[in-house]
């Protein structure tokens, strides 16, 4: 099996943690406020789901511009609690379709009434979908980054990687893919074998607080954050992380933007 961790059977989404070896703060009770605030969407008690488990709040999201990002995702669902943004693949390539898992199982109602409506110039189509389909596409995707299918993500140009190799390192390094449930303990365990503290990781968030999906690292030296591109394209979860060469200038940019 793929994952650590046994999921528990309900609706709660943020319980997926396990599924894709993330910590996810539990906050309220289940039935509690949503931790995240959202303007538009206060859980009440599921008095629907009295006799049975509420059903796991995931959508799949098609027609998705093939340049697009987790961010702009999270934007296009603006005001609901995302836990997770999946990206479904196709021989390598992006296939424009996402599995989105909300926080909570009545969200799932305000999701769909996003179908249809605008992401830049394309038009977003939103469906149900269920926790089996959710799972099954996380198992493709950490197939195909560990290298179990036949139809292996795409390989970059080597002028990519050897840009990567030659840059000059200053003991900082910029991750990019994260997960958005992703917290400081996760990327110290990314990189369990350097001696890192939480105040050498910085998780950078938007205008609003969220997270990015993107973090910054700072490692004891240059040799030991060179040392640490060989982690570059591992996998946290299901996600493969992509890490680059940085600097306490660019750092402290990114921080200052989500100030």
């Known amino acids: ?3 650590r961790g046994k999921f528990i059977d309900g609706g709660d989404g943020r319980e997926m943690g396990a599924k894709r070896q993330r910590v996810v703060d539990q906050g309220p009770s289940f039935y509690g406020t949503s931790p995240a605030s959202s303007f538009m969407y ?8 009295v006799n049975q488990p509420p059903p796991f709040p995931v959508v799949r999201v098609r027609g998705l511009p093939f340049d697009c990002t987790e961010t702009d995702v999270a934007e296009f669902f603006h005001g609901l609690d995302i836990v997770d943004i999946l990206f479904v693949h196709n021989n390598g390539k992006f296939s424009g379709e996402a599995f989105c898992v909300l926080g909570y199982p009545l969200q799932v109602d305000f999701a769909l009434q996003r179908n249809r409506q605008n992401l830049g110039r394309r038009y977003i189509e939103v469906f149900r979908s269920k926790r089996q389909e959710y799972y099954k596409a996380i198992a493709r995707e950490v197939s195909d980054a560990r290298g179990g299918s036949p ?5 970059r140009a080597k002028s990519y ?3 990567k190799d030659s840059a000059e390192h200053t003991g900082v ?3 990019r893919g994260l997960p958005f449930s992703a917290g400081k303990d996760d990327i110290m365990e ?8 939480e105040d050498a990781i910085n998780i950078t968030l938007n205008s609003e607080g969220r997270p990015t999906g993107e973090a910054f690292v700072e490692f004891a030296s240059a040799e030991d954050s060179k040392a640490a591109m060989v982690k570059d394209r591992m996998t946290l979860g299901s996600r493969y992380i992509e890490l680059f060469p940085s600097s306490n200038e660019e750092l402290e940019e990114a921080v200052s933007r989500g100030r």
């Open 1 to 3: 099996m793929f994952y």
């Open 42 to 49: 206060n859980p009440a008690p599921y008095t629907a789901y």
């Open 151 to 155: 139809h292996r993500r795409a390989p």
């Open 161 to 163: 990687d050897e840009a």
């Open 173 to 175: 390094l910029r991750l």
């Open 190 to 197: 990314f990189f369990k074998d350097f001696v890192l503290s």
